[in-house]
């Protein structure tokens, strides 16, 4: 057990919708990070927080949005769903921001887009 | 093209052998490359980290190496256990930033 959360485990939804993911950093952890991996693709970074704050982004579309909150957990949400959005979500964290740091995952949120 | 190319795609071995992968990059400039197990369904873990001044990091049964000239870095994992089947994958940081490249991973089976 990594010590970061994430919820749901599994969300399935419609083209067109809206869904919201959610993740808990490890206690003491300020960076919150976002992962897509769909089996072709391997893991994709999409976004990196830092204590509330945006600090790095990396493939998120324009559709995906996430935000950081004072209690240090995240949400990524994900609207205008496609099909090709069906994929395992990963939350990691670490202590620091600078991305050199040991990143923990959480055990992912399965997201099948119909 | 992926900046980060594992080899081979999967690989099935026995219990009790050896195997290695490979991780073949041409992120520039290098930061560090990291090997990761996920098991399936579950968040990868790290193993290994090494940055440009290290050629051999081990952790338990997992050794990695790197070759900062080739750009080449290897995980040797001996006697494989079955719980040793996982995805392994590679991960090199570019340069200050954030830029991490990730490779699509080595499909192990450790079959009894």
């Known amino acids: 057990d990594s010590g970061v959360t994430q919820t749901p485990k599994h969300l399935i939804t419609a083209t067109g919708q809206r869904v919201t993911l959610r993740c808990s950093p490890r206690s003491g952890d300020l960076s919150v990070y976002w992962y897509q991996q769909s089996l072709d693709q391997g893991l994709q970074f999409l976004i990196q927080?830092?204590?509330?704050?945006?600090?790095a982004k990396g493939n998120i579309l324009e559709r995906f949005s996430a935000q950081q909150f004072p209690d240090l957990h995240s949400e990524l949400n994900l609207s205008s769903l496609e099909l090709g959005d069906s994929a395992l979500y990963f939350c990691a964290s670490s202590v620091e921001r600078t991305g050199q740091e040991t990143q923990y995952f959480g055990p992912g949120t399965r997201l099948l887009v119909l | 093209k992926n900046q980060v190319e594992q080899s081979p795609q999967s690989l099935i071995i026995l219990e009790g052998k050896n195997c290695t992968l490979q991780?073949?990059?041409?992120?520039?400039?290098?930061?560090?490359l990291r090997w990761y197990k996920q098991d399936t369904g579950r968040g990868p873990v790290s193993l290994t980290i090494?940055?440009?001044?290290?050629n051999t990091k081990s952790n338990g049964r997992y050794t990695a190496t790197l070759d900062a000239d080739t750009k080449q870095s290897s995980l040797h994992i001996t006697a494989s256990q079955l719980s040793d089947s996982a995805s392994y994958i590679c991960v090199v940081r570019r340069g200050s930033g954030y830029a991490l490249n990730f490779g699509k991973g080595t499909s192990l089976l450790v079959t009894p």
């Open positions: 991780c073949n990059y041409t992120v520039s400039p290098f930061s560090n």
């Open positions: 090494m940055t440009f001044s290290e």
């Open positions: 927080y830092y204590n509330g704050e945006e600090r």
